[in-house]
């Protein structure tokens, strides 16, 4: 007696549609803020302010509002494959470097959170804000320049791994905004 035979087409239980409009805005790039979240704290909708302010006044997010830099988009981590295929993609290792122009009072802040391994990131663009899934690492320098038109600013990577890339949501009003810890805007 045969038995029917499914080969399933990838290893991907469904790919949704592709999305395409040519009339689409355009997001432009720096990461200009960044947040670190903590790892237990979830979001029901990150698009909503309320949530947000909620973490804050928490002290489950740390907002470090007009950054600038740089995210690399992820470097591949690849296996070998199987069959004909040459190379399995199994996840990405990612850099996002950052400055943070509050120097004077926030060495105690960085000291701190460099030994953490306790907080996920999220950091914004123009609109958008980009979740990560897992925890992160932070590395945070100090370096100081031979140039008396230089300013002295943290720059500061942050490293993950994971399999998937960061997930963009519409970013709520104000959070590139200084807060305080009652979640208002200072």
């Known amino acids: 007696m045969a038995y029917p035979v499914y080969y399933p087409a990838g290893c991907a239980a469904e790919i949704g549609d592709h999305y395409c409009n040519d009339c689409e805005d355009f997001e432009?790039?720096?990461?200009?803020?960044?947040?670190?979240?903590?790892s237990d704290f979830a979001f029901n909708d990150?698009?909503?302010?309320?949530?947000?302010?909620?973490?804050?006044?928490?002290?489950?997010?740390?907002?470090?509002?007009?950054t600038s830099g740089a995210f690399d988009g992820g470097s591949e981590v690849e296996t070998p494959g199987y069959g004909r295929q040459a190379t399995q993609l199994t996840g990405y290792n990612f850099v996002l470097t950052y400055?943070?122009?509050?120097y004077k009072f926030n060495a105690d802040f960085y000291n701190a959170i460099k030994r953490s391994s306790n907080y996920k990131l999220a950091f914004g663009t123009e609109t958008?804000?980009?979740?990560?899934e897992t925890t992160v690492s932070i590395v945070?320098?100090?370096p100081v320049v031979d140039d008396v038109t230089s300013r002295v600013v943290w720059v500061v990577?942050?490293?993950?791994?994971?399999?998937?890339?960061p997930v963009p949501y519409t970013m709520p009003a104000g959070l590139d905004l200084c807060f305080d810890y009652t979640g208002a805007i200072t």
């Open 46 to 66: 990150p698009t909503n302010r309320n949530e947000w302010v909620a973490g804050i006044q928490a002290k489950q997010i740390i907002i470090i509002p007009k």
């Open 28 to 38: 432009s790039g720096r990461v200009s803020l960044v947040a670190f979240i903590s």
């Open 157 to 165: 990577a942050v490293k993950w791994a994971d399999d998937d890339l």
């Open 140 to 142: 945070p320098k100090n």
């Open 99 to 102: 400055n943070d122009p509050n």
């Open 128 to 132: 958008l804000i980009h979740l990560t």
